[in-house]
T-cell receptor, first 111, second 115 residues
């Protein structure tokens, strides 16, 4: 079945550091890929998405590129801020009705 | 931006009791979902609901679970006889359509604690 694997957290960085959170997936066919973010005390929010190979999703300075050859969708940001501290979930959606999530990666940004 | 609302934010119950978790999806959405997240584990799909019936459910969603859209605005998850292992954060979500790649809107969750 479909699955998502993302790097274990927590990830702790200083403000303005470069961020990468790795995500790889296993799926049949051509799924859509997502990054969701959960800020403290809030629900999951869509951060960015890509629906086909080589698409790049971007939002709020975050980017992720759908790489079919490596089955990856790594999240990157060039310069993180304290306000980026949250839990980040990689997810995929195949042809059924389910979105499959990774375990989540907690990100702490130090001022 | 429109929101999915969930109540209560935290529910404490005794093992064996029934609980109902409530959700108000976004008004023009047609597809509804429940997910849960046990502490420290991944967010897991429970069930999807469309046109007043379940369209997909996971192996977690056994006979103890049921969903209902009683009045056209609420979408509820009922656990008939709670077990300790049902303790988790339960998220409701909704979507305009089931189109692949479309954004899912999540509520802020109900933390269920079974004692």
């Amino acid at each position: 079945g479909n699955s998502v694997t993302q790097m274990e957290g927590p990830v702790t960085l200083s403000e303005e550091a470069f961020l990468t959170i790795n995500c790889t997936y296993t799926a049949t066919g051509y799924p859509s890929l997502f990054w969701y973010v959960q800020y403290p005390g809030e629900g999951l929010q869509l951060l960015l998405k890509a629906t086909k190979a080589d698409d790049k999703g971007s939002n709020k300075g975050f980017e992720a590129t759908y790489r079919k050859e490596t089955t990856s969708f790594h999240l990157e940001k060039g310069s993180v801020q304290v306000s980026d501290s949250a839990v980040y979930f990689c997810a995929l959606k195949g042809r059924d009705d389910k979105i499959i999530f990774g375990k989540g990666t907690r990100l702490h940004i130090l001022p | 931006e429109p929101e999915v609302t969930q109540t209560p934010s935290h529910q404490v119950t005794q093992m064996g009791q029934e609980v109902i978790l409530r959700c108000v999806p976004i008004s023009n959405h047609l597809y509804f979902y429940w997910y849960r997240q046990i502490l420290g584990q991944k967010v897991e799909f429970l069930v999807s609901f469309y046109n007043n019936e379940i369209s997909e459910k996971s192996e977690i969603f056994d006979d103890q679970f049921s969903v209902e859209r009683p009045d056209g605005s609420n979408f509820t998850l009922k656990i008939r006889s709670t077990k300790l292992e049902d303790s988790a954060m339960y998220f409701c979500a909704s979507q305009t359509s089931g189109v692949l790649g479309e954004k899912l809107f999540f509520g802020s969750g109900t933390q269920l604690s079974v004692l």
